[in-house]
Nanobody, 116 residues
């Protein structure tokens, strides 16, 4: 089994920064990609950023403000969030795609609240 645990959420004022962490543990092998999603109240879950090998991708809404990075040795991924806006308020979820066949593993989420 694979466990995914996020941390680092909290309350921050608009313009501030937060750094989220996500650690995958257990029988983790052949990690294909790690991604961040978010879900705001009353909205569908949306993809935020992803990292696979040496490549990173971002949703247009966060490009230039958020940075995803990874510690391969620890199967840990980070999301540095700068210049936060109230519309970034959401529960942020980490997704780990690993194994053969490829499986999706989700964390329980961490709340990010940005006040105006």
């Amino acid at each position: 089994q694979v466990q995914v645990v996020e941390s680092g959420g909290g309350l921050v004022q608009a313009g501030g920064s937060l750094r989220l962490s996500c650690a995958a543990s257990g029988r983790v092998f052949r990690v294909n990609a790690m991604m961040w999603y978010r879900q705001a109240p009353g909205k569908q879950r949306e993809w935020v950023a992803g990292i696979s090998g040496g490549s990173t991708t971002y949703a247009d809404s966060v490009k230039g403000r958020f940075t995803i990075s990874r510690d391969n040795a620890e199967n840990t991924v980070y999301l540095q969030m700068n210049s936060l806006k109230p519309e970034d308020t959401a529960v942020y979820y980490c997704n780990c795609r690993a194994g053969l066949p490829l499986m999706n593993y989700w964390g329980q989420g961490t709340q990010v609240t940005v006040s105006s």
